[in-house]
């Protein structure tokens, strides 16, 4: 018996249907009607984690408070609930392989064969459970990445199917994502790739309770009883879910058609009155009327990909409405800034954010770009990498350290304004090695990073190897780059401040990581208010 109850969100006919919004939204609307609620992932690819794949593999890397490297959509979960993840939330093939073989190096399984099945699945049973032990929540959502089919998510499948037999049908249902395509030459939305994708579901023992339709139009009542007939789910599991402006939209257009209602029936759960969701639509009203508008570049040297910067294009959306602003993203290549067009390439923006990275590729551009917001008194945020090129070009240009650099770049810099920790010299290895997750911060009051966060001491969330050097702190302190922001244990510099510009600010660390709908950052608002200003 369980106290826990378990819904799978799968996914079948093709890719990027936003199985990742569907179970944050069901998430929400759970949450909101009382239930504690998380959401876990589970990626079917070898990587131990996604601190090793470049953005353009699966965008963003996204870090946790407790210094875990995970997929991006665990960020959409903490920006739909409000609630921090952790790396119990994230699970690869890779970690699943890595400790079933490191219990085999140690002798656990007493001379058996080791294999898939059993021993496969019963740690992925084991870490699905992990993530509510001691009963933390009283329901786990747990999205399977991949399409169903696919050779690499078949484990995975299969321990849903033991789940779902183990722990009976009232405390595990699965929830199956579709495609609904609409083809314009005969009008209609055609459901046979969503019954193909059942059938499929279907020959590895699973039948799902719910059925949720992606589709561009809306389906009519005689598409939905087909898809329920042909799919044996009730007529009332088959949601659809169309196209919307913005993903915050879905957790209402879920609400409409009663999805938590459904699920909450089918897990035997009470089900109470509607959940107001008041301050989930106050900031969508405030994101639908703007009073203000204005363009913010985005540096960077992913940003062929979006999905590379997902949680600062989800931050400037929470701020722009918090400030009632909308905000047109320009992204900006850094690859395609030169000393020759920089002005022609970044006039006209009310704010600039050079965005974090790593490796020297379009590094000269995000220098420039620093340079140009200083000497211009365009509100600038920099992020990670982006505040170490504020640093480098300020001691180049304002503090005349002819080459200053980063090691990282140049190890050779006679001037190595950004370098490696100590900490960080002898590591080898690249995976899950770099100064990860929440350190303490404490900040200057006399600065706007004070006036943001109205307080003194801040958590923050990391992920870098290279750090401000402590060699040049009196230096930029005395010309007016200011250190307003450090590390009470190791000294280190986590925020710069130019104390006589509009608002110049860089961060080590990552504010995007943090910043919810419920809960804008703080230096997201206020550098918004700034370009606004
Ligand atoms: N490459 C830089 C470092 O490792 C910055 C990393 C980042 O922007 N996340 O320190």
């Known amino acids: 018996m369980t106290d826990v109850k378990y819904v799978f969100v799968t996914g079948g006919v093709t890719s990027s249907l936003g199985k990742g919004i569907i179970s944050a939204s069901l998430a929400k609307l759970l949450q909101a009607r009382g239930y504690s609620v998380t959401i876990q992932k589970l990626d079917p690819y070898i990587n131990v984690d996604p601190g090793t794949l470049n953005p353009y593999e699966h965008g963003e890397c996204y870090v946790t408070l407790d210094g875990a490297e995970t997929d991006l959509d665990l960020g959409h979960y903490e920006r739909f609930l409000n609630v921090p993840t952790s790396q119990a939330n994230n699970v690869t093939t890779g970690r699943i392989y890595q400790s079933v073989i490191n219990k085999e190096r140690k002798g656990d399984y007493l001379g058996k064969t080791v294999q898939v099945i059993p021993h496969i699945t019963d740690e992925i049973k084991r870490r699905i459970k992990l993530v509510s032990s001691g009963n933390k929540f009283d329901i786990v959502i747990t999205e399977i990445g991949g399409t169903v089919g696919d050779i690499e998510s078949l484990p995975y499948i299969e321990s849903v199917r033991q789940l779902k037999w183990e722990l009976g049908a009232q405390n595990c249902i699965v929830i199956h994502l579709t495609l609904v395509p609409y083809l314009s030459s005969t009008g209609e939305s055609k459901t046979k790739p969503t019954q193909h994708s059942v059938k499929e579901l279907l020959e590895t023992g699973i039948q799902p309770d719910v059925l949720v339709l992606r589709t561009e139009r809306h389906l009519n009542e005689d598409i939905k009883r087909k898809v329920a007939l042909f799919c044996n789910v009730e007529e009332n599991a088959v949601i659809e879910s169309v196209d919307v402006s913005t993903i915050y939209e879905v957790p209402i257009k879920m609400l409409d058609q009663g999805l938590d209602r459904t699920v909450l029936r089918k897990l035997a759960l009470p089900v109470e009155s509607e959940p107001p969701l008041t301050e989930w639509r ?49 992204y900006i290549h850094s690859e395609d800034i030169t000393e020759k067009n920089v002005i022609d390439r970044l006039s006209g923006l009310n704010g600039i954010l050079v965005a974090p990275g790593f490796g020297s590729r379009g590094i000269e551009g995000k220098i420039l770009t620093a340079k140009y917001a200083r000497e211009n008194n365009i509100p600038f945020l920099g992020i990670c990498l982006g505040m170490q090129c504020a640093v480098i070009e300020f001691a180049r240009n304002v503090l005349k350290l002819e080459g200053a650099h980063s090691t990282e770049i140049n190890y050779k810099t006679k001037y190595p304004v950004i370098d490696l920790m100590v900490e960080q010299k002898s590591i080898i290895d690249k995976g899950g090695t770099m100064r990860l997750g929440g350190y303490k911060c404490i900040i200057s009051k006399n600065s706007k990073t004070y006036e943001a966060y109205g307080k003194t001491e801040i958590v923050e969330r990391h992920r870098h190897r290279y750090e401000f050097n402590n060699k040049y702190f009196d230096d930029f302190k005395k010309n007016g780059m200011v250190p307003v922001g450090i590390n009470p244990e190791s000294n280190l510099v986590e925020i710069m401040e130019i104390s006589d510009h509009k608002w110049f600010i860089g961060v080590q660390f990552h504010p995007e990581y943090s910043s919810t709908v419920i809960n804008p950052h703080p230096l997201f608002v206020h550098f918004i208010k700034a370009c606004i200003g």
């Open 282 to 330: 106050e900031f969508l009203t405030k994101l639908k009327n703007p009073k203000h508008f204005i363009k913010v570049g985005l540096v960077g040297k992913y940003v062929e990909l979006p999905d590379a910067y997902k949680s600062i294009a989800e931050s400037f959306i929470h701020s722009g409405a918090m400030n009632e602003c909308e905000i047109d993203v320009e």
